[in-house]
């Protein structure tokens, strides 16, 4: 199997270009009250608990970007975060997704970068 690494990196740099506008845009001043607005991150990756029908969490969570993770009031973020931990046993940690948004664009931006002056 042959890969057309050029097609491969123009279409993942274009994917990135859209995961960071998509970020940029969630992080503007729209006029919303959030009493929501605190999410779960471990090692600097936002995470989703998953609860069971009882609303007790399983121990399974589901990683993704900081606008797509579920959010939490303060408190039970915090509570969330305590019990989160990942494979190599770093805690938890809750943080506001607005805070984890501009982190994350702060880590994307230099690789994009990077991605469109390499050389050919």
């Known amino acids: 199997m042959t890969i057309d690494v050029e ?6 740099m274009n994917e990135m270009e859209i995961r960071l506008n998509r970020l940029e845009n969630s992080i503007k001043p729209r006029g919303i009250i959030c009493g929501q607005n605190w999410i779960v991150r471990v090692k600097g990756i936002c995470v989703t608990p998953e609860f069971d029908k009882d609303g007790q969490t399983t121990g399974v969570v589901k990683n993704n970007d900081p606008d797509l993770v579920m959010r939490f009031v303060q408190e039970d973020a915090e509570m969330l975060a305590s019990t989160t931990t ?5 805690k938890g940690e809750s943080v506001i ?6 982190d994350l664009i702060e880590e994307l931006k230099p690789q994009l970068e990077i991605l469109k002056n390499r050389k050919k």
């Open 7 to 12: 097609k491969f990196l123009k279409e993942y």
């Open 86 to 90: 990942n494979g190599a046993g770093d």
């Open 97 to 102: 997704w607005a805070d984890a948004v501009r």
